[in-house]
């Protein structure tokens, strides 16, 4: 997995210029004030851009920072959606308190894959296969749990008007602060993370694990944290999820595609950087809303249009931008130092 | 319940099984040569179901007959694929390459959803609903003649291998690539014949499946998976391991769709898949490297 990533000196931190901070923080008031003045599609079409965003940073923390490629985390969303919806249509248990739970079983389930993976020596192709079957195993047995729905769907009660923060339940506005925050909450948590000690073990895990290991890191430890980092963050977008759309079918929330789509922001921003998930969402969605709406207002009705145009994205950006768009625009436009300038 | 009732259902696995061989067979050839793990391998089956299909719905051909039309038409594809887009990735991070080939698969799965739509096809034959006896067991004609089908492409392609000038080049490639080189093989032509050596196959399992199973778009990625499952089952990069695969999980899958719930028996393979790469990632047949 190693020899992908150049160290072109950005990866470490944010490591902006004066023109790259004035631009994120006209980003982020932008964000702050986008519900005063967007529409109710707006809202939406963001709130998705950011949700996206949100589980790109979080898949990122194991392929990004410990090269560790999962191709089902679909499972980590699922089992965070699954449970908290689940606590509360049968336990009254609101998702503040929900979440505790459903993010404890997402990291379990991660640390079961982890540790089977990295204690049997599971690597490459063969350790994204073992995720892809846990989130198909999950996908087929949830099918079969009539508890949660089955197949049938599980569903979250709805009352129109209904302002609850306390239980997650109010207007898009509300949702949209959430996952914003959620957003930022993991952009600090990476960069706090990459530049602690267990961060610098993850990139040096990532691009030399046998030197790693050589000079005294702990390759099970490490990964393993990254795992259930990646994990627990990933199940928190899972509970935004159920309580935002209020319905869960395992077909859908377990599927190979989610965990594809789970994978564009980073892959299409950049794999390792900090803000690469947030701009790749931002690209991504609404390309992706925009032409389902111009061909949905020409009268057409073709399902698989968006994902198709997801796939093309992967297969252009991988040929002609590997290292993601976030690192070529930031040179491009002078947001980054670049290597040598002085700190 | 007597003996005779399981007989035959591990036997129709069995058959069944074959053909899953065979499509795991076209992945085993590419990722033993080009050292590329295809992951839009079901994708390229279903197209051959949807080959298939819409050859014996527009000009009345029986699978069986339209499979070698449907091989040609992949093998040109996978040609092309390999010598366009893959080639440059031989040399790239292994997930550089996963990244390309899902965006091929989610290119793949979504146009067929929107050519075909999400409905179920099938292509009609006579003898459908014909059984045949086979000592004290009765078979589907549809499952023996698929069954029989796989095995003569899968001994075609073997014989391939073993004995003709260019099987014998493709697989001094696979054993050493610098080598083949330095004798005078062209590598990128011999790669881009492997790779739509493995498309032409799991083009032709994907019309002999039409026989068993009708063609959905859906079906990809669940068929992608079960030859990743039947390859590392049977040994990443060997063949007779994968053919021998695709029979093991076709006559459990069978068994367990029997005892348990049809809807649960991909739950088994999945089982299967776990338990060897925990315990002989190197698969029953395959080699430690």
Redesign the interface.
């Known amino acids: 997995?190693?020899?992908?990533f150049k160290d072109n000196g950005m990866r470490w931190g944010l490591g902006l210029t004066g023109r790259g901070a004035a631009l994120l923080v006209v980003a982020a008031v932008a964000l702050a004030v986008a519900p005063f003045v967007a529409d109710r599609y707006l809202l939406s079409v963001l709130t998705t851009v950011l949700w996206f965003a949100y589980v790109g940073q979080a898949w990122n923390v194991m392929?990004g920072f410990s090269g560790l490629?999962s191709?089902g985390h679909a499972l980590y969303v699922g089992l965070g959606a699954y449970v908290s919806a689940a606590l509360f249509v049968h336990y009254g248990i609101g998702p503040w308190a929900g979440l505790v739970p459903a993010v404890l079983v997402a990291v379990a389930a991660g640390c079961i894959i982890g540790f089977?993976g990295f204690r049997?020596?599971?690597k490459?192709?063969?350790f994204?296969?073992?995720t892809?079957?846990?989130a198909?195993?999950a996908r087929?047995?949830f099918?079969?749990i009539t508890w949660l729905g089955g197949s049938g769907g599980f569903f979250l009660p709805v009352e129109a008007g209904a302002s609850d923060p306390l239980n997650l339940r109010g207007s898009p506005t509300l949702f949209y602060y959430v996952v914003l925050a959620l957003v930022l909450g993991a952009l600090a948590l990476s960069r706090v993370l990459l530049h602690s000690r267990l961060g610098y073990q993850w990139l040096a895990v990532r691009e030399e694990p046998d030197a790693a290991e050589a000079s005294g890191v702990d390759l099970f430890h490490a990964r393993m944290t990254a795992v259930a980092v990646s994990s627990a963050l990933t199940a928190l977008g899972g509970v935004f999820q159920a309580f935002y759309f209020n319905n869960l079918f395992p077909e859908q929330a377990f599927?190979?595609?989610r965990s594809?789509e789970i994978?564009l922001p980073a892959?299409v921003g950049g794999i390792g950087t900090l803000v690469g998930p947030i701009l790749g969402a931002f690209i991504l969605t609404p390309l992706g809303e925009a032409l389902t709406f111009v061909i949905e207002t020409g009268g057409l009705d073709?399902?698989?249009?968006k994902?198709?145009f997801?796939?093309?994205?992967?297969?252009v950006i991988?040929?002609f931008r590997?290292e993601g768009v976030w690192p070529w625009l930031a040179r491009r436009l002078g947001l980054v130092r670049q290597p040598g300038e002085g700190a | 319940m007597p003996i005779d009732y399981y007989l035959n259902i591990a036997a129709s696995g069995l058959l069944t099984g074959l053909v899953y061989g065979l499509a795991a067979l076209g992945l085993s050839v590419i990722f033993g040569v080009v050292r590329v793990?295809n992951f839009a391998h079901g994708e390229m089956m279903v197209a051959g179901m949807y080959g298939a299909v819409l050859l014996g719905g527009y000009a009345g051909l029986d699978p069986l007959l339209a499979a070698p039309l449907v091989a040609a038409v992949l093998f040109g594809c996978g040609w092309l694929l390999q010598r366009g887009?893959v080639n440059?990735f031989v040399e790239?991070?292994?997930?550089?390459q996963?990244?390309?080939l899902?965006?091929?698969?989610?290119?793949?799965?979504?146009?067929m959803?929107?050519l075909f739509g999400?409905d179920a096809r099938n292509v009609a034959v006579p003898y459908s609903f014909d059984t045949v006896e086979v000592g004290p067991l009765l078979l589907d004609a549809v499952r023996l003649r698929a069954g029989a089908a796989a095995i003569i492409v899968a001994a075609a392609l073997f014989a391939f291998f073993r004995f003709s000038r260019t099987g014998t080049a493709i697989r001094a490639c696979a054993d050493n690539p610098l080598g083949a080189r330095v004798v005078g093989l062209n590598i990128d032509g011999l790669y881009a014949l492997t790779f739509g050596i493995g498309a032409g196959v799991v083009g032709i399992a994907g019309a002999l499946m039409t026989l068993l199973v009708d063609a959905r778009?859906q079906l990809a990625?669940e068929y992608t998976?079960l030859s990743?499952?039947i390859v590392?089952v049977g040994g990443l990069g060997s063949l007779p391991g994968a053919l021998l695969g695709g029979v093991l999980i076709g006559v459990s899958e069978a068994l367990a769709g029997f005892l348990l719930?049809p809807?649960?028996k991909?739950?088994f393979s999945?089982?299967v898949?776990?338990v060897v790469?925990?315990?002989r990632?190197q698969g029953l047949l395959g080699k430690r490297s």
């Open positions: 997995m190693s020899g992908g392929m490629l191709l089977l049997f020596g599971v490459g192709v063969h994204a296969l073992l892809i079957a846990f198909e195993v087929v047995g099918d079969h599927s190979m595609g594809i994978i892959i073709l399902p698989g249009l994902q198709l997801y796939g093309l994205a992967l297969v991988v040929v590997p | 793990v887009l440059r790239r991070p292994e997930h550089m996963f990244i390309l899902l965006g091929i698969a989610t290119i793949l799965v979504n146009g959803l929107m999400p778009p990625p998976l990743f499952i590392i719930m809807s649960l991909s739950l999945y089982g898949l776990i790469l925990l315990l990632p």
